[in-house]
């Protein structure tokens, strides 16, 4: 894995205004910035040809597998990790090799990538950057999608919300179907990527395998419970985080359903936009953990007419606070799939 110096240091004028960066061989010209967070940083960019693109089998359609994910217009997107400790630089090599175990039209696929060394400075305290590439979405996360729906009153429909549902099933399905199954821990709408589509309902596509590690866990001991416990508060987004992993008990067994309870929480956050547990923390001495423990859901003021109580249900269905009853993904599809067919327009 390698990145040019003389591409890195364009990527710092890049972050102004233009510029390139090589991931590996292949170069690529920053359009602008989409998002960041912590140390990472999201940039718009397209792919540049090189002088031996006429060349079949050069440039990154020669690395692509499948070769549905390549743009047609040659833009991407490419996540910029700064890399402090070797800890950091471990998390981002497990990312990517549990990106690359993946291959479903739900889940979104790794490009490429590069980790390069960089020196340490006075003004920069990284030691490694890493560049991850990925097929580009611009309508933005579910969660983006539902602040602005909610700014504007308006809801998805039955239908879609049981569409959009069930393609994030598709996608958790094949991470739990792998040997040993792998659990996503932290699905949740800034992890769903949705693209529009003129008169079909949304593509869902999960992303973001950072939090993602074989699923099934034996706990024998108070020290294993309480360092699944820490692990989890750093890795999995609280309002969507199953109950196990806030309190795990000093003999269980942890398996992939962890994933079910936070696909409960996104159905219903589909439906109103937040977490079915998010009132507890405006709530004075509310507590986000007792809600999430006892399974305290609210139902808000929905759409005109109603969700359907059959949604509600499903909800519930898979929001129980045992993981060892609560069902797996695939009852889960079992169960949308009649829900879609009896209300699907």
């Known amino acids: 894995m390698g990145c040019s110096f003389s591409g890195l240091n364009a990527l710092y004028d890049a972050v102004n205004g233009g510029g390139d960066v090589w991931i590996n061989e292949n170069r690529y010209r920053i359009l602008r910035q989409l998002g960041e967070g912590g140390f990472a940083f999201v940039f718009l960019v397209k792919e540049v040809p090189s002088d031996n693109s006429s060349v079949p089998g050069t440039g990154l359609a020669a690395k692509v597998r499948d070769k549905s994910h390549l743009s047609e217009d040659g833009t991407y997107a490419m996540k910029k990790v700064l890399i402090q400790n070797n800890e950091q630089l471990e998390l981002v090599r497990e ?24 020196k340490t400075t006075q003004e920069a305290s990284w030691n490694h950057e890493a560049y991850l590439l990925f097929p580009v979405h611009l309508d933005g996360t579910l969660l983006d999608n539902s602040k602005a729906m909610m700014a504007k009153k308006e809801f998805f429909s039955t239908s879609d919300a049981l569409q959009i549902f069930r393609q994030l099933c598709a996608g958790l399905k094949h991470m739990h179907s792998l040997e040993p199954p792998y659990a996503h821990n932290d699905v949740k709408p800034g992890n769903i990527l949705i693209t529009h589509k003129k008169g079909q309902s949304p593509l869902a596509i999960l992303m973001d395998f950072g939090s993602a590690r074989p699923a099934r866990k034996q706990i024998r001991s108070r020290t294993e419970a309480l360092q699944l416990q820490e692990w989890a508060a ?18 269980s067994d942890i398996d992939e359903r962890t994933d079910v309870w936070s696909l409960g929480c996104t159905l219903y956050a589909i439906m109103y936009g937040v977490s079915p547990f998010e009132y507890a923390l405006g709530e004075s001495g509310g507590s986000l953990q007792l809600a999430v423990l006892n399974a305290q859901v609210k139902w808000p003021a929905g759409p005109k007419p109603p969700y359907p109580e059959a949604l509600h249900q499903f909800v519930m269905w898979m929001l129980q606070p045992q993981a ?22």
């Open 234 to 251: 750093e890795h999995c987004t609280a309002p969507f985080r199953a109950p196990e992993l806030w309190d795990c008990p000093s003999h």
């Open 95 to 118: 990312e990517i090799r549990v990106s690359s175990l993946f291959s479903h039209p739900n889940l979104l696929p790794l490009l490429d990538h590069a980790i390069i060394a960089v």
């Open 324 to 345: 060892a009853v609560r069902p797996r993904i695939d009852d889960i599809i079992i169960h949308v799939d009649k829900l879609i067919a009896k209300f699907s327009c």
